[in-house]
Every structure is written in structure tokens, then in C-alpha cells.
């Protein structure tokens, strides 16, 4: 196959839907060798912050001279950027092969599981065949969705994390957040230390309830490991992390990265001690040249453009409160939101901080129409604007942005995607 036929046939799968459970990727794992083996790992389950997380431990290892690999989902521009050796994303040329590869086995008739394949098992399969092929020595990798029934827990990981956890993906995960939490906790293995930053009493206890059933360590933020900001801008965070007793610059933007910072550190350190060392000065240098971008992105100065992937309540709150102390202007607020989301309180929470808001709609099934969006909007904020297309709604925020105004494009993966490709053609003209 050539890559834009690979990705027509994984994209296919997509019409398969969303099927938790591992026989069937046990099974595939098995016929291409296991080459989830081939490679020592940690496991990043949880709502907000499991990207930069993995983001902030890849770069730890890659400073400590490890050949790191990273899967994280889903992609905001291409479709190579899930799967990373050294920071680079994976070749077109590889995606195909590994695709021909996959799929030749999975079509074959000795091997009947292979036409119920979902997308991100195959997909899946092809990182971690890619990670093996080169030789990747520490992988991180991110659930997909939930934990307990992800595609990804076919790995043994030295380390687990579970980031803070809240409603997202009920009609699959439940409809509370004690059910989510068991299936976040679903990715922790026996003897196996997890960590975890989440501060919700609910969903510790579930947590805590699992680990102890597998007799394993569990490590809590304020509790075994602290951390504290002492600086925040702009230009990213300083942080203190009490386990190396220092002081950290975290160049991505936000207080609450310090949470991340403090469990990708805690992370670190356990891993240093099982398996491969890892240096104080690793931790330290790692985070200060983490990469992630999406979250708080400020991608122009004037007027000042904030792209992130924020698609829940809870993470929505977390931004705009970050916003709020960072720009005491008024915001002009892009937003589109997936059919699967809290719309009501999204659009609560960005549209209660927007003197103007635009409603829009990425190029997905999976959106919500412009229209509902502005419906939803409506109830937080005056003057309320309908732009289907992502592209000419951030150009219509420009054009309407008065002095002292900044602007927000934010509410799903998908907007930001789009929204970076309006970003390079808007710079190549």
C-alpha cells in the first residue's frame, strides 16, 4: 500500500466503532510476535493532562539516552504525529509498510478476529511493530480510552500514572465518576506502582481500592510526593518538585502543568529505581525542553491567539481560570464541541469569560453544528456569531478583535487540528 491508501483502510475501520476489550488485540499482538515485549514502558491513563504527561516523560527519557517512544492519540494535524522515536514522528513510508504488513495477517483466514479490528487496536499495533523495529528501549504510551478494556493495556509498564479524572465517554466508561475511575484504574498491574496527582475523594478512593488489590504502591500528590508553582506566565511555569528538592522551568503555560510535572518527575524516579537510572538532572532538563503543543498555545502575539484542545467541564475550568490571571482583557471565544461532550457546560464555562463568541463546527460526524453550538452559547454570552467553517471563524475573531482583546480557539482535538492548519496557510501566505 502507499500512505494515502494505508490511511484510507485505517480510517475504514473507524466504521467499526469503539469496541472495548483486549482478546482481540491479545490475539493480533500474538501473530505479529509480540512486540509489546520488545520494549520497557510506562502506562498514562486519566481525563485532563495524560498528554502532557507522556509529552514531559518522553522528554525525560530521551535526555537520560534512552530511544524513546511515544503513542499518544489522537493526532491534531497528521496522522504520523501518535507515533514518535526520539521526537520524530513515524516516516509515511513505515506507516504504509506496517499497515500492508498488519493487514495482511489480519485478512488472512487464519486469523477469523481480524475483520472486527476497531481503528485504534490496528493503529495501536502499528506503533508498537514500529517502536520494536527501532529498537525503542523506553516507551510511554497514552490510553486511548478508559484503561481496564484499552487496546494499550496489553503492555506489562514499569510505571503507571492516572492523571485527574471526570466525566467523559459515559455512554462506554459510566455514567459516574467512581465508574470512571475503575476503568482509568483498570491499567494497574501487580506490584506496579502507580501515581497519581487526583484530588477528587471519590475517585482516589477507587483508585486507592484498586491498588491495594494488586498490591500496588500507590503515590498521591500532597501525600507521598508535593510540588508547588512558584512562577507562572506567559512563557510557561517555574515548579517546585519536593522529590529532587528543585526548581523546575516547564515551558508550557498554565499552573496547573504542575501537577503533570510532579507526577512525569515521581514517574521518573520510580522508574530509575526498578529498572534504567534516571538522573536528577534528566528530570530537571527533560521538562525544560518538554514540547506539547494545543494546550494553552499562544500562536500570535497581535492580537494575541490562544489555541487549546479543552473539551471537557472540568478541563474548560481549569483554562479559563488559568486565562483569567494571565489576560485581564476581554476574550473573543471560537468554539466547537463533539456531539459526545458536555456542551451545556462547556459553553457555560468559556462563554461566561467572552465579551464575543463564534460558534463553529470542525469537519467531524462526530461535531455538534455550528447552530446548537451557538444555541448552547447563547445562554452565557451577549453577541454570538454563527462560521461553520473553523478556518474563516478564527478569521472572523481577528477582524471583530478590539485593542486590549485576545482570542480563544478551544472546545476539542478537532478544532485545534483544523485550527493549525489555518495557522500554516495563513503563514505561508
Same mark, same amino acid.
Given at each position: 500500500?502507499?500512505?494515502?491508501?494505508? #490511511?484510507?483502510?485505517?480510517?475504514?475501520?473507524?466504521?467499526?466503532?469503539?469496541?472495548?476489550?483486549?482478546?482481540?488485540?491479545?490475539? #493480533?499482538?500474538?501473530?505479529?510476535?509480540?512486540?509489546?515485549?520488545?520494549?520497557?514502558?510506562?502506562?498514562?491513563?486519566?481525563?485532563?493532562?495524560?498528554?502532557?504527561?507522556?509529552?514531559?516523560?518522553?522528554?525525560?527519557?530521551?535526555? &537520560?539516552?534512552? !530511544?524513546?517512544?511515544?503513542?499518544?492519540?489522537?493526532?491534531?494535524?497528521?496522522?504520523? @504525529?501518535?507515533?514518535?522515536?526520539?521526537?520524530?514522528?513515524?516516516?509515511? /513510508?513505515? =506507516?504504509?509498510?506496517?499497515?500492508?504488513?498488519?493487514?495482511?495477517?489480519?485478512?488472512?483466514?487464519?486469523?477469523?478476529?481480524?475483520?472486527?479490528?476497531?481503528?485504534?487496536?490496528?493503529?495501536?499495533?502499528?506503533?508498537?511493530?514500529?517502536?520494536?523495529?527501532?529498537?525503542?528501549?523506553?516507551?510511554? /504510551?497514552?490510553?486511548?480510552?478508559?484503561?481496564?478494556?484499552?487496546?494499550?493495556?496489553?503492555?506489562?509498564?514499569?510505571?503507571?500514572?492516572?492523571?485527574?479524572?471526570?466525566?467523559?465517554?459515559?455512554?462506554?466508561?459510566?455514567?459516574?465518576?467512581?465508574?470512571?475511575?475503575? +476503568?482509568?484504574?483498570?491499567?494497574?498491574?501487580?506490584?506496579?506502582?502507580?501515581?497519581?496527582? @487526583?484530588?477528587?475523594?471519590?475517585?482516589?478512593? =477507587?483508585?486507592?481500592?484498586?491498588?491495594?488489590?494488586?498490591?500496588?504502591?500507590?503515590? !498521591?500528590?500532597?501525600? +507521598?510526593?508535593?510540588?508547588?508553582?512558584?512562577?507562572?506566565?506567559?512563557?510557561?511555569?517555574?515548579?517546585?518538585?519536593?522529590?529532587?528538592?528543585?526548581?523546575?522551568?516547564?515551558?508550557? !503555560?498554565?499552573?496547573?502543568?504542575?501537577?503533570?510535572?510532579?507526577?512525569?518527575?515521581?514517574?521518573?524516579?520510580?522508574?530509575?529505581?526498578?529498572?534504567?537510572?534516571?538522573?536528577?538532572?534528566?528530570?530537571?532538563?527533560?521538562?525544560?525542553?518538554?514540547?506539547?503543543?494545543?494546550?494553552?498555545? /499562544? =500562536?500570535? +502575539?497581535?492580537?494575541?491567539?490562544?489555541?487549546? =484542545?479543552?473539551?471537557?467541564?472540568?478541563?474548560?475550568?481549569?483554562?479559563?481560570?488559568?486565562?483569567?490571571?494571565?489576560?485581564?482583557?476581554?476574550?473573543?471565544?471560537?468554539?466547537?464541541?463533539?456531539?459526545?461532550?458536555?456542551?451545556?457546560?462547556?459553553?457555560?464555562?468559556?462563554?461566561?469569560?467572552?465579551?464575543?463568541?463564534?460558534?463553529?463546527?470542525?469537519?467531524?460526524?462526530? &461535531?455538534?453544528?455550528? @447552530?446548537?453550538?451557538?444555541?448552547?452559547?447563547?445562554?452565557?454570552?451577549?453577541?454570538?456569531?454563527?462560521?461553520?467553517?473553523?478556518?474563516?471563524?478564527?478569521?472572523?475573531?481577528?477582524?471583530?478583535?478590539?485593542?486590549?482583546?485576545?482570542?480563544?480557539?478551544?472546545?476539542?482535538?478537532?478544532?485545534?487540528?483544523?485550527?493549525? @492548519?489555518?495557522?500554516?496557510?495563513?503563514?505561508?501566505?
Amino acid at each position: 500500500m502507499k500512505y494515502d491508501e494505508a #490511511l484510507e483502510w485505517l480510517f475504514s475501520l473507524e466504521n467499526m466503532g469503539i469496541k472495548l476489550g483486549l482478546d482481540r488485540m491479545q490475539d #493480533l499482538m500474538a501473530a505479529l510476535g509480540n512486540p509489546e515485549r520488545s520494549f520497557r514502558s510506562v502506562h498514562v491513563a486519566g481525563t485532563n493532562g495524560k498528554g502532557s504527561v507522556c509529552a514531559m516523560l518522553a522528554s525525560i527519557f530521551q535526555e &537520560a539516552g534512552l !530511544v524513546t517512544g511515544l503513542y499518544t492519540s489522537p493526532h491534531l494535524v497528521d496522522f504520523e @504525529e501518535r507515533i514518535q522515536v526520539q521526537g520524530a514522528m513515524v516516516p509515511k /513510508v513505515e =506507516v504504509a509498510a506496517l499497515a500492508e504488513e498488519i493487514r495482511q495477517i489480519v485478512e488472512s483466514p487464519e486469523f477469523p478476529k481480524g475483520r472486527r479490528l476497531t481503528f485504534f487496536e490496528i493503529t495501536t499495533a502499528i506503533a508498537f511493530l514500529h517502536f520494536k523495529r527501532k529498537g525503542v528501549q523506553m516507551a510511554v /504510551v497514552e490510553v486511548g480510552m478508559g484503561g481496564r478494556l484499552d487496546a494499550t493495556n496489553v503492555i506489562e509498564p514499569l510505571c503507571t500514572v492516572i492523571t485527574r479524572i471526570s466525566l467523559e465517554h459515559t455512554q462506554h466508561l459510566g455514567d459516574t465518576v467512581a465508574k470512571i475511575a475503575f +476503568e482509568k484504574a483498570g491499567i494497574i498491574k501487580e506490584n506496579v506502582t502507580v501515581i497519581t496527582a @487526583e484530588t477528587d475523594e471519590t475517585a482516589l478512593r =477507587v483508585i486507592d481500592a484498586v491498588a491495594r488489590d494488586h498490591a500496588a504502591p500507590l503515590l !498521591v500528590a500532597g501525600r +507521598e510526593f508535593d510540588f508547588k508553582v512558584t512562577a507562572s506566565g506567559w512563557d510557561g511555569i517555574m515548579v517546585r518538585l519536593g522529590s529532587i528538592d528543585g526548581t523546575v522551568k516547564v515551558p508550557l !503555560v498554565g499552573a496547573f502543568q504542575a501537577s503533570n510535572a510532579a507526577m512525569a518527575c515521581e514517574c521518573a524516579l520510580d522508574v530509575s529505581v526498578k529498572s534504567v537510572r534516571i538522573r536528577e538532572k534528566d528530570i530537571s532538563s527533560g521538562l525544560s525542553k518538554v514540547i506539547w503543543p494545543g494546550r494553552i498555545e /499562544v =500562536v500570535s +502575539e497581535r492580537p494575541r491567539i490562544v489555541f487549546d =484542545v479543552s473539551h471537557t467541564p472540568d478541563g474548560a475550568k481549569v483554562v479559563a481560570d488559568e486565562l483569567k490571571m494571565l489576560h485581564d482583557g476581554r476574550w473573543v471565544l471560537v468554539l466547537g464541541v463533539l456531539d459526545d461532550k458536555d456542551i451545556e457546560g462547556i459553553a457555560g464555562t468559556f462563554g461566561g469569560m467572552a465579551s464575543k463568541a463564534i460558534a463553529t463546527s470542525p469537519k467531524t460526524k462526530r &461535531a455538534y453544528p455550528a @447552530e446548537t453550538v451557538a444555541k448552547a452559547l447563547r445562554e452565557h454570552c451577549d453577541d454570538v456569531t454563527v462560521v461553520s467553517d473553523v478556518g474563516a471563524a478564527i478569521d472572523e475573531a481577528i477582524e471583530s478583535c478590539m485593542p486590549g482583546e485576545a482570542i480563544l480557539v478551544t472546545g476539542s482535538l478537532y478544532m485545534i487540528g483544523e485550527a493549525k @492548519e489555518w495557522l500554516e496557510q495563513r503563514r505561508r501566505r
